[in-house]
């Protein structure tokens, strides 16, 4: 997703402004009077990431690098503007930064085929790498688990951290080798770097595993999501063990429903492929008798009313950020 920093440095004359702009290394499916895709853009003050829908005239858009800009902004009279077209004009006045990224790797899923020099024959660890989130997630081998990471700018090194992850139990070769992963990945610095079309994670000059890209499942993330039943199972770091709220996304008709514990509630849902907010939710008005499922209740529900949400699926997690911060994980029940 190509993402644009804009800053206002200078004022030119008139209309005109000069202004600083980022672009990330991939563009976003946006629709303005058709379906088409865009760069996102961020101004200098603004917190959330826009779509843009303009040309940079003299600028050429190359995926797979980030990009820094100066641009001049012209706001041009009302009667030179043709109908339903923007008044604001973008000419490149100077290319400041064009850095490589390592987009093979960011936002791409992959399967463990090595493991501290071993060979490993099952397709049982399979991780994503998330740019917009600063997470590593998927499949540990039996459970679901989420990591945060910080990433460096050029997206070619990694610091992972400890994270989280379901319970579940499974053959106890599936579970040594999820150990073995977890605890060989976690509180590392780790060099990024694709050889001969395999991924490895390097630390202190070692190989610590090696990926090879997965195969894709037909269908996309959103159409996997939609009108299924999600349990959740972690909220901001702490196990749900009681209550079991949960929800279901009904991504075709934009509306969402569920129970919060101890009711029910439904509203409207807007989402992409990586954005979602709640509309406001309505519920029904039962009392929650248990003191720790009424709190659960309240801080499940203004979780959901939250802005500026984002979220990622893993093979059988959907979970949603604020901040970067995991604060919801749903698991997809057998229902």
């Known amino acids: 997703m190509v993402t644009l920093f804009t800053v206002i440095t200078a004022v030119t004359l008139q209309a005109q402004v000069v202004k600083r702009v980022f672009i990330k290394e991939n563009t976003s499916p946006c629709t303005g009077v058709a379906p088409m895709n865009c760069l996102n853009v961020r101004f200098e003050n603004d917190l959330d990431w826009t779509f843009f829908y303009s040309?940079?005239?003299?600028?050429?858009?190359?995926?797979?690098?980030?990009?820094?800009?100066?641009?001049?902004?012209?706001?041009?009279?009302?009667?030179?503007?043709?109908?339903?077209?923007?008044?604001?004009?973008?000419?490149?006045?100077?290319?400041?930064?064009?850095?490589?990224?390592?987009?093979?790797?960011?936002?791409?899923?992959?399967?463990?085929?090595?493991?501290?020099?071993k060979a490993i024959q099952q397709d049982a660890v399979k991780v994503e790498f998330n740019a917009a989130n600063h997470t590593l997630y998927g499949s540990s081998g039996c459970n679901n688990f989420n990591m945060p990471i910080s990433i460096n700018k050029k997206r070619t090194t990694m610091v992972t951290k400890h994270g989280v992850g379901t319970m579940m139990a499974c053959q106890p070769d599936i579970m040594k080798l999820e150990d073995e992963f977890l605890k060989t990945l976690a509180d590392k610095k780790i060099e990024l770097k694709v050889i001969q079309g395999q991924l490895n994670l390097i630390h202190k000059k070692n190989v610590l595993m090696?990926?090879?890209?997965?195969?894709?499942?037909?269908?996309?993330?959103?159409?996997?999501v939609s009108n299924k039943k999600w349990k959740l199972i972690q909220m901001n770091g702490k196990a749900i063990e009681k209550g079991q709220p949960e929800i279901i996304f009904d991504v075709e008709n934009k509306k969402v429903n569920g129970r919060t514990g101890c009711n029910n509630f439904f509203g409207a849902l807007d989402i992409d492929s990586e954005n979602l907010s709640f509309g406001a939710l309505g519920m029904t008005r039962m009392a929650c008798m248990d003191e720790v499922i009424a709190r659960q209740e309240n801080e499940f529900v203004s979780l959901l009313n939250e802005k500026g949400l984002t979220y990622d699926v893993a093979d059988q997690t959907f979970n949603i950020y604020k901040n970067n911060q995991l604060v919801l994980m749903f698991g997809l029940t057998s229902e």
């Open 210 to 224: 090696k990926f090879k890209k997965t195969t894709e499942k037909n269908g996309s993330a959103l159409a996997f």
């Open 55 to 117: 040309n940079i005239d003299g600028f050429t858009y190359e995926p797979g690098y980030q990009y820094e800009l100066l641009v001049e902004e012209t706001t041009l009279p009302k009667e030179q503007v043709p109908a339903d077209a923007s008044s604001i004009r973008y000419k490149l006045k100077k290319l400041v930064c064009k850095v490589a990224t390592n987009q093979a790797i960011w936002n791409t899923n992959w399967t463990l085929t090595e493991l501290n020099g």
